[in-house]
T-cell receptor, first 117, second 115 residues
Framework: AQSVTQLGSHVSVSEGALVLLRCNYS??????LFWYVQYPNQGLQLLLK??????LVKGINGFEAEFKKSETSFHLTKPSAHMSDAAEYFCAVSVKYRNFGNEKLTFGTGTRLTIIP | DAGVIQSPRHEVTEMGQEVTLRCKPI?????LFWYRQTMMRGLELLIYFNNNVPIDDSGMPEDRFSAKMPNASFSTLKIQPSEPRDSAVYFC?????????????FGSGTQLSVL
């Protein structure tokens, strides 16, 4: 079965600083990887996804993530944090088996990002 | 479209009481999912429906939990009797594709507190 581990349940960065949220995955077959964002009192929204095309994936709001197979990682980054980036971020993994379509989306436990003015 | 609509937004109840959470998916979406979010376990899939039929309920924690989808525009998640450890945020999501892909549209969730 596949899984994801998010390192750090809380991350604080200063406004304008680099944002780095870590995600490592475990999967026996090539995975599909996703980052979701959850703003206060809202449901999750898809930020970006990796589906075996380019290893560097660009998403909304200036976020990007790089798939590194050798490190089994899919870390989320943004060069310059903005106050509006304060939210909870979830990494998720799904795998596709040839005959059975996608396995279910498995989420990490989330990382709460706080932006310091 | 108004998106996935969940009610109530907040529910506070006493241990032993029945709790019913409601969800209206986006029109035309064939898949509906119920998730539970806690600090310790993150986001967990409880059950999902395809065309109103429950497909996988392996994530439902106990027999105290039940979910129904009587028609394409309405689903309920019921906990009877409720316990303090059921306190969590419960999300409903719908998808036009499935069963599992990134095109999930989430509701705003129901914050459940069981005292």
């Amino acid at each position: 079965a596949q899984s994801v581990t998010q390192l750090g349940s809380h991350v604080s960065v200063s406004e304008g600083a680099l944002v780095l949220l870590r995600c490592n995955y475990s999967s026996s077959v090539p995975p599909y990887l996703f980052w979701y964002v959850q703003y206060p009192n809202q449901g999750l929204q898809l930020l970006l996804k990796y589906t075996s095309a380019a290893t560097l994936v660009k998403g909304i709001n200036g976020f990007e993530a790089e798939f590194k197979k050798s490190e089994t990682s899919f870390h989320l980054t943004k060069p310059s944090a903005h106050m509006s980036d304060a939210a909870e971020y979830f990494c998720a993994v799904s795998v596709k088996y040839r005959n059975f379509g996608n396995e279910k989306l498995t989420f990490g436990t989330g990382t709460r990002l706080t932006i310091i003015p | 479209d108004a998106g996935v609509i969940q009610s109530p937004r907040h529910e506070v109840t006493e241990m032993g009481q029945e709790v019913t959470l409601r969800c209206k998916p986006i029109s035309g979406h064939d898949y509906l999912f119920w998730y539970r979010q806690t600090m310790m376990r993150g986001l967990e899939l409880l059950i999902y429906f395809n065309n109103n039929v429950p497909i996988d309920d392996s994530g439902m924690p106990e027999d105290r939990f039940s979910a129904k989808m009587p028609n394409a525009s309405f689903s309920t998640l019921k906990i009877q009797p409720s316990e303090p450890r059921d306190s969590a945020v419960y999300f409903c999501a719908s998808s036009p594709q499935g069963p599992f892909n990134e095109k999930l549209f989430f509701g705003s969730g129901t914050q459940l507190s069981v005292l």
